[in-house]
């Protein structure tokens, strides 16, 4: 599969004679619009692949019977859906254009979508079907390397920092938007018209009547309308290069380098992001059989005073202090320059991780304990999200700088692929092994990507300063 030769792309959709380098052939208006038209989308592309994130968690409490190892492994599908998903999506921009690419992506979400708010409405759908579902939901998740590399074509390298980390960091902000509003959207009965009520139940409390459907239903006419708009709007830029030109990318070590840091990164934001509710809720809340004895309704918290934390009115801080953070320090990437951030964020990651660590074994001698212990947990995930949002932030300004325009496109759609098996990875680990060997393993990983960072980009005299 080939792009269409540069004869074949002139006028309508394609533009001609574009270099974001030379003032005189940019069109810096139609830049930022492009911009502004693909976060919106991208955004979307969040929220369908994190949509399960938001309502797995509460499955069993709406009537289902699944295992905490099943339910891990439906939170980690979207997960391994998005990496795989990715690879597909990163050659696509110089083959499809920005504008069908875009246009088309977002018309795809819709079907995961409806089939969440379907299947949520009656505890009857097989746990094969739910994980199809979850992942389909992947296909939000493998737009962001179709996306970022198009929206690179846009803009100088001066800017690409601040670019690139608006589109991320605002698109990252569709995460925080489905766990922050389908809590709320369930509970409004009037937005219910499709669809019955359900009845929730919620440990050591009376049934709740919600309409789980409208967390899912809400955001499909935004889906609509944004591939709508990118049709109508969007232009693309003629890029050529087909499969096995962008794949050149893999004989230069900085894209290996460049994998391994953005793992760290939004690896570590992406899987958290997707787990937090769950490992929340086993620790610290109705998960942990050492707080909590009985079931449904007639369940008792065993220490009196401690008040078990529901996660869906915390998970959302996560992704939103990552995704703030993402596009809060791009512009200070472009004036410092990205692999100061990326070795500061490695620091920061080493530090978060290792005081959070401390707090995964909770102490069940009192109440004070463990609203202590939670209260550390809480703060320690926070700032693991924010060192996470800064290495975002820095390495999307590293790469533009380091690889030449063909192979930055190819590099970013590559590295976003790989680190998109973040939520599979740390669903996966979480299931396999206890959360204080697996947040060890992530101390290691740090500690080798930050020395990486230092020896080869951050250094005086380093070899690719960026």
Known sequence: MSAAPLSDRSGGEWLTSWD???????????????????TFCLTLCFVAWFLPSA?????????????????????AMPGLAGGLLRIIWMVLPPIMGTRKMVAATTVLLIAPTLGWGVRVMSPTAPYWELMVLAFLAGIGGGAFSGFMPSTSYFFPKRMAGTALGLQAGIGNLGVSLVQLFVPILIGLSWLGVVGGSQQMKVAGKANVTVWYQNGAFFWIPLMICGAILAW?????????????????????????????????????????????????????????????????????????????????????????????????????TDKMGGALWSLISGIGLIGSIGFTMTTLVPDTSSAAALQGGF?????????????????NASTFKQMPMIFEKRQ???????????????????????????????????????????????????????????
């Open 232 to 332: 109508m709007t969007l232009k693309s830029v003629p890029i050529t290069a087909n499969v096995k030109q962008q794949f050149d990318i893999f004989g230069n070590v900085d894209t290996w380098y460049m994998t391994l840091l953005y793992i760290m990164t939004f690896g570590t934001f992406s899987g958290l992001s997707a787990q937090f509710g769950l490992l929340m809720g086993n620790l610290y809340g109705a998960g942990n059989a050492a707080i909590v004895s009985g079931t449904g309704a007639t369940a008792q918290v065993l220490i009196a005073g401690y008040a078990v934390p529901d996660p869906v009115k915390y998970v959302f801080w996560g992704p939103l202090v990552g995704a703030v953070a993402r596009f809060a320090f791009s512009p200070l």
């Open 20 to 38: 974001p380098e030379d003032d005189a052939r940019w069109d810096k208006p139609l830049a930022w619009r492009t911009l502004w038209v693909t």
């Open 55 to 75: 309502i797995v968690p509460k499955l069993n409490a709406l009537g289902y019977s699944f295992t905490k190892e099943q339910l891990y492994w439906m939170a």
């Open 375 to 391: 209260d550390r947990f809480f703060w320690g995930m926070m700032a693991i999200f924010l060192f996470a949002g800064i290495g």
């Open 408 to 466: 930055a496109g190819g590099v970013i759609g590559w590295t976003s692929a790989i680190a998109a098996f973040g939520p599979f990875l740390f669903g996966i680990g979480l299931t396999l092994m206890p959360a204080t060997a697996f947040y060890a393993i992530g101390i290691g990983f740090a500690v080798l990507c930050t020395a990486i960072t230092w020896v080869r980009y951050a250094r005086p005299g380093a070899p690719k300063p960026s």
